[in-house]
């Protein structure tokens, strides 16, 4: 089975610094990785995914995100925070398990972003 | 391109009671799943429609059924709903001819805030 550990359920940082969400996935076999942003009131949207190209991702918004099989990690990463960045954000993987496609998400990490 | 469009956007029900939430992909999209999103976690899968079939099925009980029209627009039913039934239900779409289902990848709605009271 697979799953999703998000470390830290609320990340605050001050607008300019560094933002880090962290995502540890477990599984048996090779992943696709993704992270989604859901801003209040709203559905999901993709900001980058993993599907074994390149190990360092980049996305929308600024965000990149790296794939570290040993350390079983995708943590999100943004050089400068914006005050438009404060959302939910979530980290999924899917795993191709007997036909089975269906991501499983992490319980979400809430950034925080002071003035 | 108007993208995922779910509706009712929200809606309370009593306990017992059936509610249906309705879905249109987006425009190209053929596949259509659903999730449960309840306060303060992720999204949970329920099931996967394509080609008017469930293809895929979360841990969720009978209570929860679903159709897949031939516009490819969708419906998530629940019966004899209960209070922890209240919930984000996300109808997300994707291409099945893109590989994005394989990926597990799919452009998501605002969702229908249910309330059970």
């Known amino acids: 089975a697979q799953s999703v550990t998000q470390l830290g359920s609320h990340v605050s940082v001050s607008e300019g610094a560094l933002v880090l969400l962290r995502c540890n996935y477990s599984?048996?076999?090779?992943?696709?990785l993704f992270w989604y942003v859901q801003y209040p009131n709203q559905g999901l949207q993709l900001l980058l995914k993993?599907?074994?190209?390149?190990?360092l991702v980049k996305g929308i918004n600024g965000f990149e995100a790296e794939f570290k099989k040993s350390e079983t990690s995708f943590h999100l990463t943004k050089p400068s925070a914006h005050m438009s960045d404060a959302a939910e954000y979530f980290c999924?993987?899917?795993?191709?398990?007997?036909?089975?496609?269906?991501?499983?998400f992490g319980r979400g990490t809430s950034l925080i972003v002071h003035p | 391109d108007a993208g995922v469009t779910q509706s009712p956007t929200h809606l309370i029900k009593t306990r017992g009671q059936q509610v249906t939430l309705r879905c249109s992909p987006k425009?190209?999209?053929?596949?259509v799943s659903w999730y449960q999103q309840a306060l303060g976690q992720g999204p949970q899968f329920i099931f996967q429609?394509?080609?008017?079939?469930?293809?895929q099925r979360g841990n969720f009980p009978d209570r929860f059924s679903g159709h897949q029209f031939p516009n490819y627009s969708s419906e998530l039913n629940v019966n004899a709903l209960l209070l922890g039934d209240s919930a984000l239900y996300l109808c997300?779409?994707?291409?099945?001819?893109?590989?994005?289902?394989?990926?597990?990848?799919?452009?998501f709605g605002q969702g229908t805030r249910l309330t059970v009271v």
């Open positions: 997300a779409s994707s291409a099945a001819g893109t590989g994005a289902v394989m990926r597990g990848e799919a452009f």
């Open positions: 599984s048996s076999v090779p992943p696709y």
């Open positions: 993993y599907t074994s190209a390149a190990t």
């Open positions: 999924a993987v899917t795993s191709v398990l007997g036909g089975s496609y269906i991501p499983t």
């Open positions: 425009s190209g999209h053929d596949t």
């Open positions: 429609y394509y080609e008017e079939e469930e293809r």
